[in-house]
Nanobody, 115 residues
Framework: VQLVESGGGLVQPGGSLRLSCAAS????????MRWYRRAPGKERELVATISSAGGITNYADSMKGRFTISRDNDKNRVYLQMNSLKPEDTAVYYC?????????WGQGTQVTVSS
């Protein structure tokens, strides 16, 4: 199982970024996916969840209306579109899935929101 995030970077407040997570080694279309983040000095935080078919999404309250999770089951990818970014969104963002009793994480991608 491999999860590889990309798309992070430095962006000004109010800007946008699109994160991507490439998945391999499992039947991607059969499992839900999540994005988490860890800000400096803070605990890991759930950002968004998407069901296996993509029809059900959930977001942390602070991300609702700004972030959109989506997936392409033909490309084995899950995305996180982040708009209206704030300095407090600065964090390492991780792709995650659970297969049976096992948790799988990507290596993370750094998002820095600063002027």
């Amino acid at each position: 199982v491999q999860l590889v995030e990309s798309g992070g970077g430095l962006v000004q407040p109010g800007g946008s970024l699109r994160l991507s997570c490439a998945a391999s080694g499992f039947t991607f279309r059969s499992v839900a996916m999540r994005w988490y983040r860890r800000a400096p000095g803070k605990e890991r935080e759930l950002v968004a969840t998407i069901s296996s078919a993509g029809g059900i999404t959930n977001y942390a309250d602070s991300m609702k209306g700004r972030f959109t999770i989506s997936r392409d089951n033909d490309k084995n990818r899950v995305y996180l579109q982040m708009n209206s970014l704030k300095p407090e969104d600065t964090a390492v963002y991780y792709c995650y899935t659970r297969l049976g009793a096992n948790d799988y994480w990507g290596q993370g991608t750094q998002v820095t929101v600063s002027s």
